[in-house]
């Protein structure tokens, strides 16, 4: 059987948790691809709002498993913290939920080189979440990092002091003042809760899976535009979002893809630094930030906001190969009489209407399509023929310019705010 994969193909926040958590019951095994606790995937159900970091997004429904794969690096505190959370729900985490050997692990002095490093930047910043991911991939790629599978070796403190003292130097070189001890003493405490979740060799427990028939959901974590290679760099995240990252992230040959499920919000929404040509300074980016609740679950910092771009979500439709779409708080778009896409840029006298290395705002001024708004409230709504005929124009039109079916349109946060449309 295929591995599916569900993927952001904005810069994140585009609703994968949501959506996962909606898929699981067809799926044997939900696995985490890449990414670190930066990542905040949002579900709500039962009148609860779950926001996960780590662990993959089906972790609330019985009889599936999670899979932390070797992608993904892994802050011990934060994880911790959050199987205690689950489990006060009555989840059985340790028995749906393992963690490959090979994962990474944030180490406490990861985090104070990242916001170290963030800090020397000044104006320059790239607007980091301070969660210790960009140097500890530093680290992997450096071939010095620590893994989960070192947690039981017997020179696992070895490894940890040398690696720690590496940094103490590069933080001599940034002259940062720090509290390491504390931190620490959390941070081992922490390890002691990971050592209770069975660490597995991921690839192989799922290759076994695929050829057992078992059916597989990757979930990735932020989106397309923050790909390391293929984002706005240098303000990307520091892993391979595409689905490309599911492959290496979890040790899946690329014929064993099968449906690419990509996630877009009917506007655009980014944190942090970075190019942003649609981005609405305005009453109405004021209005699309608090009718959407438009705040990081990590950071809790306002996201930027901004009409769809399409000339990017072609980029992205691109280079994953989506199969299929997602498209996620038509509800927030309610509100607007005129809802405007961006179908290209102009600079200067030239026009394009495909996404440049040089994607810039200040170099690049959307061209806009105006459309009609609906103008109805979208979160009762339980059927695809209960539609507003202006969203049904927004949805084809959408569709004839990707090229690519729309198969799911969310209407509220809540898991059943979410409409299957017909094939």
């Not at 990242?114 to 020397?120: N, R, V």
Request: charged share 20%; with cysteine.
């Amino acid at each position: 059987m295929k591995v599916d994969v569900l993927l952001g193909l904005q810069w994140g926040d585009e609703g994968k948790g949501k959506i996962v958590d909606v898929l699981t019951p067809n799926y044997n095994i939900i696995a985490r691809f890449q990414g670190g606790p930066n990542a905040g995937h949002t579900l709500e159900f039962d009148g609860i709002k779950h926001v996960l970091h780590t662990i993959p997004s089906g972790i609330f429904r019985k009889n599936t498993m999670n899979i932390i794969g070797n992608g993904v690096v892994i802050d011990p505190i934060i994880l911790s913290k959050e199987i205690e959370t689950i489990e006060k729900l009555n989840v059985d985490v340790r028995n749906n939920l393992v963690i490959s050997k090979k994962a990474h692990l944030i180490l406490p002095t990861h985090r104070l080189l990242d916001a170290a490093s963030e800090a020397s930047k000044g104006k320059e910043k790239i607007g980091s979440t301070l969660k210790g991911i960009g140097p500890t991939y530093m680290d992997k790629t450096g071939r010095n990092g620590l893994r989960v599978g070192d947690l039981l070796s017997d020179n696992f403190m070895s490894k940890y002091t040398s690696l720690v003292n590496k940094h103490k130097q590069l933080l001599m070189f940034y002259e940062y003042s720090y509290q390491l001890e504390q931190i620490e003493f959390e941070w081992f405490e922490s390890i002691e809760i990971l050592k209770k979740i069975p660490h597995v060799d991921s690839e192989i427990y799922l290759n076994q899976a695929i050829h057992s028939n078992k059916s597989i959901l990757a979930e990735g974590a932020q989106g397309s535009l923050l790909d390391i290679d293929f984002g706005t760099y240098p303000f990307v995240t520091s892993s391979n979002t595409t689905c490309a990252g599911a492959c290496t992230g979890l040790g899946i040959a690329p014929g064993n893809i099968g449906k690419v499920i990509g996630i877009f919000k009917a506007y655009c929404t980014r944190v942090g630094s970075g190019p942003f040509p649609t981005e609405l300074n305005d009453n109405t980016g004021e209005q699309m930030r608090k009718i959407g609740n438009e705040f990081g679950a990590t950071t809790g910092r306002a996201r930027r906001c901004g009409w769809l771009d399409l000339p990017a979500l072609k980029y992205a439709v691109m280079i994953n190969g989506a199969t299929e779409l997602v498209m996620m708080k038509a509800d927030v778009l309610s509100h607007f009489d005129k809802i405007k896409v961006c179908t290209g840029y102009k600079q200067g006298d030239k026009v394009y209407t495909h996404f440049p290395y040089e994607y810039d705002a200040n170099n690049y001024t959307p061209i806009y399509t105006e459309l009609p708004g609906w103008n109805k409230d979208l979160t009762g709504i339980t059927a695809e023929s209960d539609f507003p005929e202006a969203l049904i124009n927004y949805i084809s039109f959408i569709e004839n310019e990707l090229k690519v079916p729309i198969s799911i349109v969310s209407v509220g946060p809540n898991r059943n705010q979410t409409i299957i449309r017909k094939k």
